[in-house]
């Protein structure tokens, strides 16, 4: 009779994490930055909650992760501890851990549930060679239209899907140096809608052509606030330490 696996305590602590994808590892998949990302747990001795089980595996749950190939400044993941650590230490030694170009941001405590149901939306950059004015002629007619059906290649085969209806914002600015670009709002749906989406629907609708290989970027990703269509952060702000009295030292005992 095969033993019972052993039964692994309850995590005591959650932390959530903000981290990026930038310059040449965008071309990460989720499944290589996820190894890569147990490893740096490991190498940096974090005390990580692990799964009950005959295979146990840390805790750690990913959410909405970008499309390999776009770069990211927002990209979220929690962990769950068997210890109570620092935040800022956690984020020190994750930090030195992962290769330039995945790069922590933000370590804090989670407040509890899902943050699958925080990401509610994202916002992206799209850096195009398309003149100015192609663009806003192909932005104008886009958004003058009440579908945009785009088929792209799923696990169960090609799928069609409209692609507009999840569009909150779409206009051309312009970076730094005065190059035309592509501000995109997107609403998490099912199924889900990427800004390569709208760059085919664009294309298909319009005859504009983004150019060859247009960068994307994820500025942000959170909860969405459909009056100022605004995307938030779905990270808490760190809990401010207590003063300490002067002359001695806080007592922070139930009473």
């Not at 979220?76 to 620092?86: F, G, M, R, S, T």
């Not at 549930?113 to 925080?118: I, M, N, V």
């Not at 409209?162 to 140096?177: F, I, P």
Request: with cysteine; aromatic share 6%; glycine share 6%.
């Amino acid at each position: 009779m095969r033993d019972q696996p052993e039964q692994q305590a309850p995590p005591v602590q959650r932390l959530r994490i903000r981290y990026t994808k930038r310059g040449r590892l965008r071309f990460t998949s989720h499944r290589d930055f996820s190894r890569a990302f147990e490893r740096a747990v490991f190498r940096a001795r974090i005390p990580m909650a692990y799964s009950s089980g005959f295979n146990p595996h840390p805790r750690i749950s990913y959410a909405n992760a970008a499309p390999t190939g776009s770069a990211s400044e927002a990209e979220y993941l929690e962990i769950a501890l068997a210890a109570v650590v620092d935040p800022a230490e956690v984020h020190a030694l994750l930090d030195e851990a992962l290769p330039d170009g995945l790069d922590v941001v933000e370590v804090v405590e989670s407040p509890g549930g899902s943050l699958a149901d925080l990401l509610q939306a994202s916002h992206w950059r799209i850096a195009t060679t398309t003149p100015r004015a192609d663009l806003e002629a192909g932005v104008a007619a886009f958004l003058a239209t009440d579908e945009v059906l785009v088929e792209r290649m799923t696990k169960k085969g090609v799928r069609s899907f409209d692609c507009r209806g999840a569009v909150v914002r779409l206009a051309v600015v312009e970076d730094a140096a005065g190059t035309p670009q592509l501000d995109l709002v997107l609403r998490h749906a099912v199924p889900a809608v990427r800004p390569d989406d709208v760059l085919t629907g664009l294309r298909a609708t319009t005859g504009v052509e983004p150019g060859e290989s247009p960068r994307l970027t994820r500025l942000a990703q959170g909860p969405f606030d459909e009056e100022s269509a605004v995307v938030g952060d779905p990270s808490p702000p760190p809990l401010a330490e207590e003063p300490v009295p002067a002359g001695g030292v806080c007592d922070t005992r139930e009473r």
